[in-house]
């Protein structure tokens, strides 16, 4: 037994592939920061992780998915908060986490992001071993991807916006060689996956994907041809791909049904004015310093966003891909080209952008200054074939193009210098000559080590080193450019505000599982001992750039009795009575201020009038003196993010209305002692129900038909595919051997 393992152990050993293996301890390492106790995210990075706690929370206790958000905005559907976050890893780490007990919330949370992160690492391994035969190429574009990567202020700009981008052009990659409509469709199915937490970016993706496959479809016409007979597998591959689509396109649109943005017209499409305008613009000359001399560090374009962006790839990388622009004619580099170009002329927001605008579904995608995150991945894969057509070079020529590149880089490093931020300001000077120091280094080392090679090779003529020049300058190459990543990110980390002691004593003890909580009354200031936790964090974290989203109330189960930020969308009735005048006609502000219970027991002289509304906006102010509170009891029974339980004793002979101060939803349904009764408009946007007197048991459940069902159906397919991708990361330590 023994030997059978110890064999199947070197077996495994003799085929691990080392290459991934460094990969992956290097992505361990850039994470090493983000498990130190001392972490606490901030900006929509928090927001994000509040998201998720809501959703862990009620999984564990309930082993339910949240469908309706109860702390925010007088609550309101969860299904944008679902699709805006939950990625396959999320899925996928969040079951786990239930099945093992796993009461650190946090430490899920960043497990998802670390397997994201492998995710993506494992796509850019494969589509650069389907594209570059030298391994220096492969770590190359690897390392390069990797070396801006930061998710401590924003983790849809800086990661998620670009982390299955790889997998689904190496698909499209795997179409054009092997000319298998099945791979073309698979690309859709990743296209799906990568949708999963990050859909407001899928029409950007969609014109970037546009770009890449017209460039590629004007070199090789023919490809058109494959797609008849359709074969078996290449069909079945097609329907999979019109399914999930079909799902989460539904899902999506139902989930806004009935709701309304905060910061967005109705209908969600933006106008030409604020697409250009609302996420800033970049110029050609920060363009070129962001890219490639990684200077100023987090993007801060001419517009009051926070960090949203790192977009350093290396300065080998930037040399690489500068060789590839002059020397390289490949067909895929070219396609990546056209998309770099095109992606960088649309942030610039000129003629160009605004023809852009209307393209199909580009009106609803407001941000062009924040792509950069993206632009670098596809500059990373651009110098694999910068660095392969280098090492293929002859001798004679090699030093001639050396050349002819680094003059081309002075002049891209003279019009970065020639405006006002970035490399012209002392400290970028000061970290551009650090890192042309290591290179430097990097290059004499090379250099002597190869000249010792060479004294040796002519000493000894039975010694052959044909390799070892080639060899020894990939090894140093990667050494210098993982020192330059981790000089990156030490820089990263050494600008990021450190919170104080207290606060990540907060975050910490704040950050486990807490069984939900009703609150009866709406608060203006936290009550409880976590939420006072909770809101000193806050407090703490805005010292730093930072903004602010009203999910931190789902993290801290607190029901507060003004308006803040939502991160996501209210339910239409309630936005229209709060921006219209109803409020001070209706008098209902004196129900639900801070004073008032959220549910409460109403004489039946709240009549049933106008459709089913009480407290119509007909009703005057002394109509409204006459309506008091009507004698009974209540007690909450039980309390989840989709059920309330209630024991209710009317005392009122006429029987009484139920008012329960949360919005009204086609979603939710009521029952009466195990009857289904309907449920009434209150306040125009709220919830009400009649009850005779007595004794009664009232279940409040929210179920809203198919897109209820499709929330379970996409999480079960978000399991499924972050169980594909660990295969696939699995299988990257052994589908290769060089």
């Not at 981008?165 to 409509?181: H, N």
Request: hydrophobic content about 50%; overall charge positive.
């Amino acid at each position: 037994m023994i030997a059978a393992l110890l064999k199947i152990g070197n077996t495994l050993a003799r085929r691990i592939d080392y290459a991934f293996l460094f990969l992956c301890v290097y992505v361990l390492l850039i994470n090493i920061t983000y498990f130190l106790p001392s972490f606490v995210p901030r900006h929509d990075s928090m927001a994000g992780f509040e998201i998720f706690y809501y959703f862990y929370n009620e999984y564990f206790y309930h082993g339910e998915i949240a469908q309706w958000v109860f702390y925010e905005f007088f609550g309101f559907p969860a299904g944008p908060y679902q699709i805006v976050l939950f990625t396959p890893g999320s899925y996928l780490l969040s079951f786990l986490g239930k099945m093992m007990g796993v009461q650190d919330v946090f430490l899920v949370f960043k497990l998802s992001m670390l397997f994201d992160q492998l995710v993506f690492l494992s796509g850019l391994y494969f589509v650069s071993r389907s594209l570059f035969k030298y391994c220096p190429s492969i770590l190359l574009v690897c390392i390069s991807a990797f070396c801006s990567f930061e998710w401590t202020y924003q983790l849809w700009w800086n990661f998620r916006l670009y982390y299955l981008f790889p997998w689904v052009f190496y698909f499209i990659v795997l179409f054009f060689q092997r000319r298998r409509p099945l791979f073309l469709w698979t690309a859709g199915i990743f296209g799906i996956f990568w949708m999963y937490g990050s859909w407001y970016f899928v029409f950007l993706w969609i014109f970037l994907l546009f770009i890449l496959c017209s460039a590629l479809l004007m070199q090789d016409r023919s490809i058109v041809k494959v797609f008849w007979p359709l074969r078996l597998p290449d069909a079945a591959a097609m329907a999979v791909f019109f399914v999930f689509a079909g799902i989460f396109s539904f899902f999506i649109k139902n989930s806004f049904n009935g709701l309304i943005s905060l910061s967005r017209p109705e209908g969600m499409a933006n106008s030409l004015a604020t697409f250009l305008s609302y996420g800033g613009t970049a110029s050609l000359h920060s363009a070129i310093s962001w890219l490639f001399y990684g200077w100023p560090a987090r993007i801060t374009p001419d517009f009051s966003t926070i960090y949203d962006n790192t977009a350093y790839v290396s300065l080998a990388a930037a040399f690489f891909f500068v060789w590839a622009v002059i020397f390289v004619r490949n067909k895929y580099f070219l396609a990546l080209l056209a998309g770099i170009v095109t992606l960088i002329v649309l942030s610039t927001g000129g003629i160009f952008a605004q023809l852009i605008y209307y393209f199909p579904g580009m009106k609803y995608f407001r941000h062009i200054s924040l792509i950069y995150s993206l632009i670098k991945i596809l500059v990373a894969i651009g110098s694999g074939f910068g660095l392969s057509h280098f090492l293929q070079c002859p001798s004679p020529l090699r030093f001639n193009k050396v050349l002819t590149v680094a003059m081309v880089c002075f002049v891209l490093l003279a019009v970065s210098l020639s405006g006002e931020q970035g490399l012209s300001t002392a400290d970028g000077k000061r970290i551009f000559l650090l890192r042309y120091s290591i290179y430097s280094s990097a290059f004499f080392l090379w250099l002597l080590f190869y000249s010792v090679a060479r004294i040796i090779s002519r000493a000894n003529p039975h010694v052959r080193l044909t390799m070892l020049p080639k060899s020894l300058f990939g090894l140093f190459l990667i050494v210098a450019v993982s020192t330059d990543a981790f000089l990156f990110q030490r820089m990263l980390h050494d600008s990021t505000p450190l919170a104080s002691e207290r606060a990540i004593h907060a975050f910490q003890e704040a950050a486990g599982v807490h069984k939900p909580e009703f609150m009866m009354r709406r608060v203006l200031f936290p009550s409880t001992e976590r939420q006072k936790l909770i809101f000193f964090l806050e407090e703490e974290i805005k010292r730093f750039p930072t903004a602010k989203y009203d999910s931190i109330l789902n993290f801290a189960q607190m029901d507060r009795c003004d308006v803040g930020r939502s991160f996501g969308a209210v339910v239409k009735d309630v936005r229209v009575l709060l921006d219209s005048k109803a409020e001070s006609q209706l008098g209902w502000s004196s129900i639900r201020d801070c004073q008032a219970p959220k549910i409460q027991l109403l004489k039946k002289n709240f009549s049933r009038e106008d459709g089913g509304e009480i407290l119509s906006q007909g009703r005057s102010a002394a109509e409204q003196k006459r309506l008091v509170d009507a004698q009974g009891d209540i007690r909450v029974e039980r309390f989840s993010a989709n059920k309330l339980f209630l024991d209710v004793n009317v005392k009122e002979r006429e029987g009484a209305w139920l008012v329960y101060l949360d919005s009204y939803h086609q979603g939710w349904h009521a029952y009466l002692d195990g009857v289904n009764v309907p449920i009434n408009k209150a306040c125009a946007a709220f919830k009400a129900i009649f009850i005779p007197e007595g004794v009664h048991k009232i279940h409040f459940i929210f179920f809203n038909g198919l897109t209820s069902i499709l929330s379970y159906v996409i999480a079960f397919i978000g399991v499924l595919a972050g169980a594909v991708f660990f295969l696939l990361i699995f299988v990257a330590f052994f589908r290769f051997r060089d």
